[in-house]
DNA sequence: CGGGCGGATAAGCGAAGGGTTAACCCGGGC
DNA sequence: GCCCGGGTTAACCCTTCGCTTATCCGCCCG
């Protein structure tokens, strides 16, 4: 029984799937089902069995997931404990959603890190709307970027940022197909809740690795994407995209930052919130990369367990 | 950083000595300072140093330890709670002093295990009477029988056994050597404060690896042993030995069975401490072996913490 | 009935974990 | 000055973890 054998089953249970816990952490679907398969047989019951929506938990299981939820989140504290006591770079685990990611998570941790006295450690994640409330409990991230949660019990959420939502092309044509990034096939994101309330039927979207892929699709003609107004508003000025107007659009949206209730928030988590509040942190939204060298962008870290 | 490390953590900084870490759980000491020497790197933090009067706490260590003490506990009852989930044998785990072990845990284990209409697992094992208040809160034992332990917080104690301890040897001498069982180098056991009350000198004392041993020890002529009456009457019936008078003996002694406080205790552990009030158990602590064949004679399971 | 989705299993591999014995320090006491 | 108790380190071993890719299996659905 190790702590990422619990905390494999915790994500199980709390996502409902292998494949989603397994995207959650970042690895392989079989090393997620071989940890549970090891908890197991370790502990002599099944724990969670598949079943018609998703997989439920056996009575064992059911006793299990509460200890094992807070062993993972001792574990996590454990190290930040210690970390903070001898006065070791604290880390900062941001999960966003694969828009802001894409764009405004690296900058904006990168200016964090760099702003605070302390040494810190950023690193950002992509995640699905629907996994961060679970991320955040678990301890896997400490603030999630993208949209409001502050539905969930014991997470807030304030809005962070706001913007226009526009759709870009080179011609209007009267059955476009929608050329998006990973978000669409988000259902919690903005750019999958536009297309559904435009009914655009499946085999009308195409997803493109990011955001930056599908609007050069888009100035080649291929169809519309969907574009934050100010992100995409130099290659309209130079001509290469449209903005093209819809039903639906433009549409404000509203960036959240989510973190756990302030009495179990770490310190680390409400000073970076707290950031995001600066008239720095905003300009690095409206206008990310000014300023930052390219050689600053670190590739994403990944979210982790401990090691 | 896995649970068995932080267990080692917690026994060390508990019981204040590697050594004394290393024995309580059974294995050998490197094992212990190099399950440390892990922690220590992984958290990149001394944790506990050489001071003193035992090892004392770094900062670090300090805020450690309440924090891996409760995820020992949880990783803990997380196994108990499945366990007990899907009717698997439950586990008893008894540590008992080395006079107690030798003659009576076992067969009032046994014929625990054999009255109680649960399947159960019962392992004993031996621990210095000073460090069973450790094993008791860390969830290595759960029930520990020998001294009086009531004044710990947390741990209840309660008299199960009353006997007198009487010397015996061949002949009377002036300045006898004292021939006992481990338990003499107890300090905290009744054949170590009795020798202490006699001012006996460390070189007329010679330990034997159990108390079999010194009586036969003691028959030959070697000097005189210490024994509980009703366990060393037949050899005295038999002229192999007799009752030696001392200012100090015979004494009265109570074995006490202590366990955590009701609410943080085990079912198992409250079925055992209820056994040991019934009359059959007190009938094995008097006569032990009576009716119990060899072959139930299980050689004593160390304590263990999970695999 | 064939596909496809999602979980389980197999095979393999590098890196820890966790144990041992033996040897090495290091401070304190006679 | 030397020994000794107690912690650490070294060297070595085997097992388990934790991850990968590839494959299989059970089930639902058109």
Same mark, same amino acid.
């Given at each position: 029984?190790?702590l990422?054998?619990?905390?494999?089953? /915790?994500?199980?249970?709390?996502?409902?799937?292998?494949?989603?816990?397994?995207?959650?952490?970042?690895?392989?679907?079989?090393?997620?089902?071989? &940890?549970? &398969?090891?908890?197991?047989?370790?502990?002599?019951? =099944?724990?969670?069995? =598949?079943?018609?929506?998703?997989?439920?938990?056996?009575?064992?299981?059911?006793?299990?997931?509460?200890?094992?939820s807070?062993?993972?989140?001792?574990?996590?504290?454990?190290?930040?404990?210690?970390?903070?006591?001898?006065?070791?770079?604290?880390?900062?685990?941001?999960?966003?959603?694969? *828009?802001?990611a894409?764009? #405004?998570? &690296?900058?904006?941790?990168?200016?964090?890190?760099?702003?605070?006295? =302390?040494?810190? *450690? @950023?690193?950002?994640?992509?995640?699905?709307?629907?996994?961060?409330?679970?991320?955040?409990?678990?301890?896997?991230?400490? /603030?999630?970027? @993208?949209?409001?949660?502050?539905?969930?019990? @014991?997470?807030?959420?304030?809005?962070?940022?706001?913007?226009?939502? #526009?759709?870009?092309?080179?011609?209007?044509?009267?059955?476009?197909?929608?050329l998006?990034?990973?978000s669409?096939?988000?259902?919690?994101?903005?750019?999958?809740?536009?297309l559904? =309330?435009?009914? #655009?039927?499946?085999?009308?979207?195409?997803?493109?690795?990011?955001q930056?892929?599908?609007?050069?699709?888009?100035?080649?003609?291929?169809?519309?994407?969907?574009?934050?107004?100010?992100?995409?508003?130099?290659? #309209?000025?130079?001509? *290469?995209?449209?903005?093209?107007?819809?039903?639906?659009?433009?549409?404000?949206?509203?960036?959240?930052?989510?973190?756990?209730?302030?009495?179990?928030?770490?310190?680390?988590?409400?000073?970076?919130?707290?950031?995001?509040?600066?008239?720095? &942190?905003?300009?690095?939204?409206?206008?990310?990369?000014?300023?930052?060298?390219p050689?600053?962008?670190?590739?994403?870290?990944? /979210?982790?367990?401990?090691?």
């Open positions: 029984m190790t990422t054998q619990l905390g494999a089953f /915790v994500l199980v249970a709390r996502l409902g799937s292998v494949t989603r816990a397994a995207r959650a952490l970042n690895v392989s679907e079989p090393a997620v089902s071989q &940890a549970l &398969a090891a908890l197991r047989q370790h502990l002599g019951d =099944r724990l969670i069995v =598949r079943g018609p929506g998703g997989m439920t938990l056996t009575e064992g299981g059911a006793r299990l997931l509460p200890i094992a807070q062993m993972v989140v001792l574990g996590a504290d454990a190290e930040g404990a210690v970390r903070a006591a001898r006065g070791a770079p604290e880390s900062l685990r941001v999960v966003a959603t694969a *828009e802001v894409e764009f #405004v998570a &690296a900058p904006l941790l990168d200016a964090f890190t760099r702003r605070t006295p =302390r040494e810190v *450690e @950023g690193g950002a994640g992509v995640g699905a709307g629907s996994e961060m409330p679970v991320l955040l409990h678990n301890r896997l991230a400490d /603030v999630a970027l @993208g949209p409001y949660l502050g539905d969930e019990p @014991g997470l807030v959420s304030e809005p962070v940022f706001r913007a226009r939502l #526009v759709a870009v092309g080179t011609v209007p044509v009267p059955r476009p197909v929608w998006v990034d990973p669409g096939a988000d259902p919690g994101s903005e750019t999958s809740a536009l559904r =309330r435009l009914r #655009v039927p499946e085999e009308r979207i195409r997803v493109y690795p990011n930056t892929a599908a609007w050069a699709a888009a100035a080649d003609g291929g169809g519309l994407a969907i574009a934050l107004a100010h992100l995409v508003a130099p290659r #309209v000025q130079r001509g *290469e995209l449209r903005v093209v107007g819809t039903p639906v659009t433009p549409a404000e949206i509203r960036w959240h930052a989510t973190t756990l209730a302030p009495e179990r928030r770490p310190p680390l988590a409400g000073a970076f919130r707290r950031f995001l509040g600066t008239a720095d &942190a905003l300009h690095l939204m409206r206008t990310p990369g000014s300023g930052v060298p050689s600053r962008f670190r590739p994403p870290v990944y /979210v982790t367990i401990w090691s």
